[in-house]
């Protein structure tokens, strides 16, 4: 998504949710050619993902365009997060980009529209039908200068996994401000039980609790922090706004509440671990859904992390995730826009993001108490400062916060 809004994104099209946090290698596949000798066209499709993903998600197109186009085929290349990026943009700047690849709403990460589009890399949609039909929140955040790339149908939510007999074997609820999770974090300490993992190796899991815990703490009390850092009346700097967020993720690992090798530990394998029973917590979002409600079934719960104080109301993170955009220079412009109708043609499936365990910050979100992904409305490499002070923090470097909302500040005034 790292753009969690790509930790945060590998969005399948068929209505299902992949991360591409939940595998390792990359690789490329391509459809198997079937009876006829004819030479068919390839469709290139360049996505963040690891481990089998290539795979699945070839699987996954194969199914939904070969009875439509049958004389296409379909190569998926899939690439660990921060590969994907280096290759894409490489690619896209040499003038060779794939037909089809992922980008990010808005200025999430180094594939998003608001970078990508006014290079010239992306083809403008707005003549499809599908384009011209679709509600307005599903194009504003991938929408440049007036013209559409892509549509964003799925909500990305942040949420705090919790393995449910767990819960119930300590008699602990649901907390509901941040004290109230310390003290929970800290039984389950005193119970021998890892309260919280995390995949830190990959460094964008940084995000899934560092928002959560941004939009109780900056974004509830700020909800225009995004707009004034742009108009520079804020600034990441400022006492009691990304000190604070920090501080409080730091305490974690401070208090041994949070795997202590999460620095080495992939986000694939916290999952693993954590549908094992090997932790009771698990920051991350609804793209992880499927895989971990097959792992844990009515074991698994799910709430906002709780990261606001006694006295204020608790704020929850819902935003649009990505979606698929066509290179400008692809050789198949008209064949890969049939494609992209019919990749976004609407289905009656049931998104999981609709799911009840969702209710609440779906609920959350009518309230108006909720933010978008933080970085959907940075500049610059604001995340990856973000990212690596944290890390280098968690790892006992002798940098102080302070530093690090510098450097998140300086990434900003540079991008």
Not at 5 to 17: A, D, E
Not at 38 to 53: A, C, L
Not at 150 to 168: A, D, G, P, V
Request: one cysteine or more.
């Amino acid at each position: 998504m790292k753009k969690i809004t790509n930790y945060i994104l590998s969005v399948l099209l068929s209505g299902s949710l992949l991360s591409a946090s939940l595998f390792y290698t990359a690789q490329t596949t391509s459809a198997a050619s079937d009876k006829t000798t004819k030479e068919k066209t390839k469709i290139t499709f360049m996505e963040s993902g690891t481990g089998n993903y290539a795979d699945v998600r070839k699987q996954s197109l194969e199914a939904q365009l070969l009875d439509d186009f049958p004389d296409i085929e379909i190569i998926v290349e899939a690439y660990p997060e921060e590969q994907y990026y280096s290759i894409l943009n490489t690619r896209l700047s040499m003038g060779e980009g794939p037909d089809f690849f992922n980008i990010q709403p808005n200025w999430a990460g180094p594939n998003a529209v608001q970078k990508l589009a006014p290079a010239g890399y992306l083809e403008p949609l707005d003549d499809l039908a599908v384009i011209q039909n679709a509600d307005e929140a599903d194009t504003e955040s991938v929408t440049w200068n007036g013209h559409t790339y892509s549509l964003n149908r799925f909500s990305m939510i942040l949420c705090t996994y919790y393995n449910k007999s767990i819960f119930e074997k300590l008699g602990l609820s649901i907390p509901q401000n941040w004290a109230e999770f310390l003290n929970m974090c800290e039984k389950l300490k005193n119970a021998g039980i890892t309260p919280v993992i995390s995949g830190n190796k990959d460094s964008y899991a940084l995000q899934f609790g560092l928002y959560q815990i941004a939009a109780n703490q900056v974004y509830s009390k700020s909800p225009d922090f995004n707009a004034q850092l742009a108009d520079g009346t804020a600034s990441f700097s400022d006492p009691g706004t990304w000190d604070k967020v920090i501080d409080q993720y730091l305490l974690l690992y401070k208090n041994n509440y949070v795997e202590a090798h999460s620095l080495t530990m992939s986000s694939a394998e916290a999952i693993r671990r954590f549908c094992t029973g090997e932790a009771a917590m698990l920051f991350s979002g609804n793209f992880n859904y499927s895989t971990l409600l097959n792992a844990l079934g009515e074991n698994l719960g799910a709430f906002p992390l709780p990261a606001n104080d006694q006295d204020q109301p608790l704020c929850t993170v819902v935003s649009k995730g990505g979606g698929t955009a066509i290179y400008s220079g692809s050789q198949h412009i008209e064949l890969c826009k049939k494609i992209f109708e019919k990749l976004y043609e609407p289905t009656n499936d049931t998104l999981s993001s609709e799911d009840e365990i969702w209710k609440v910050f779906h609920d959350l979100k009518e309230k108006g108490h909720f933010t978008i992904n933080c970085n959907q409305g940075w500049k610059g490499d604001v995340e990856w400062a973000l990212e690596d002070g944290v890390s280098r923090k968690i790892g006992g470097a002798a940098i102080s916060v302070n530093y690090i909302t510098s450097m998140m500040q300086t990434a900003y005034e540079n991008g």
